[in-house]
């Protein structure tokens, strides 16, 4: 893999990715851009003990522009993008509208018993193919790999960044889900803290082991589930797909390795290749299901940089919003306000559906 860091206009990094070692990237960003926003201001919740992001300058990010204007294509003799690149394999660049990021502004007492602090990290985007019109499911075995290096790569490179607690890539798919951009690509966020659902997890793995003479929770729950074979969609030698037994979603597929890593960067080249035909498959096996792309969120788990690593266990949470042809799931009351789900389909239903057709 070869590996160029240059930077945009505006001063932001851009990183090639790239299987030639003869790929040419010396392209220069020569558009006149405004300057870099301030990062954000965290404010804490007291009633949840939570930290929110509070990021106004994300109002005016790019919303669904036509394919001649996508800022994720290749530049062009006639257009310039966020990629100076002719064609790309793929590229990795800080956002331009960013969640957290190292450019602290000044940041006020708000009153209350809110404390504010500066929303300290990184938000990187993730361009998967230079293809437009691609998708993930679409990428080559060889191309996933790359995209798993490039995660590995970032993981470990944020994970080193002062202030940063936890870091998370993930794909949002589909209009439906709420995308702003069409071409294929991911997010990557270096959160300062350690995210609510991840702490959730962590608490009652930490539990978990010290009831059960310190056994691993996540490595419980993929070893019973491929005892069990009732939610399995798909599997190899090196890592296992399933349904679990209390999805929240209609249709939502947990992806584990079958050894216990913290983190992407810790997955053996061996366990990097065996991902990639099997999680393509999957995404293949949801948009067979209703004869329409799927909607989806595909999110890495992770452990936390500094805390509890030892109870992490790196995995995959795919799911979507989609229940039947036409009909969506919407959180509505009891999720949205209470946070207490009501699936519409069956984990089993699900599961056996989805094997059906990576079966084809």
């Not at 079958?258 to 498959?281: I, K, N």
Request: proline content about 7%; some cysteine; aromatic content about 10%.
């Amino acid at each position: 893999m070869k590996r160029t860091i240059t930077e945009l206009a505006d001063g932001r990094e851009l990183i090639y990715f790239d299987r030639s070692d003869g790929a040419d990237r010396s392209a220069i960003d020569r558009r006149p851009l405004d300057p870099r926003p301030v990062a954000s201001e965290l404010r804490y919740d007291p009633l949840t003990e939570e930290w929110i992001a509070m990021a106004g300058h994300r109002q005016t990010r790019t919303f669904l522009p036509p394919p001649d204007e996508c800022p994720l294509c290749p530049s062009s003799d006639a257009r310039a993008s966020e990629i100076p690149a002719y064609d790309y394999d793929v590229v990795v660049f800080e956002n331009r509208f960013p969640s957290f990021s190292g450019n602290l502004g000044t940041y006020q007492d708000v009153g209350g018993l809110s404390e504010v602090r500066p929303g300290m990290g990184r938000c990187e985007v993730v361009c998967f193919t230079s293809t437009h019109d691609s998708s993930f499911s679409q990428l080559s075995d060889d191309r996933v790999e790359l995209v798993m290096e490039a995660w590995a790569d970032r993981t470990a490179e944020l994970s080193a960044l002062e202030g940063v607690e936890q870091v998370f890539c993930f794909e949002n798919r589909g209009e439906e889900i709420g995308i702003t951009l069409f071409h294929p690509h991911g997010q990557i966020y270096a959160y300062p803290y350690v995210t609510p659902r991840t702490k959730l997890q962590l608490g009652a793995a930490r539990r978990y082991a010290e009831r059960r003479q310190g056994r691993n929770l996540y490595a419980d729950v993929l070893a019973a589930e491929r005892e069990a074979g009732l939610r399995v969609v798909a599997a190899n030698e090196l890592w296992t797909a399933f349904v679990p037994a209390a999805a929240r979603w209609p249709f939502e597929v947990h992806l584990y390795p079958h050894r216990q890593v913290p983190d992407l960067a810790a997955l053996s080249e061996a366990e990097r290749s065996a991902f990639a035909p099997l999680y393509t498959s999957v995404l293949r096996a949801l948009d067979g299901l209703f004869g329409v792309p799927m909607p989806y969120i595909s999110a890495w788990h992770q452990a936390p940089v500094r805390q509890d690593r030892e109870l992490g266990y790196l995995h995959l949470e795919l799911f979507s919003i989609r229940r039947a042809p036409g009909k969506l799931k919407y959180l509505a009351g009891s999720e949205s306000a209470m946070g207490a789900f009501v699936n519409d389909v069956l984990p089993e239903e699900a599961a056996r559906t989805l094997r059906s057709q990576v079966d084809h």
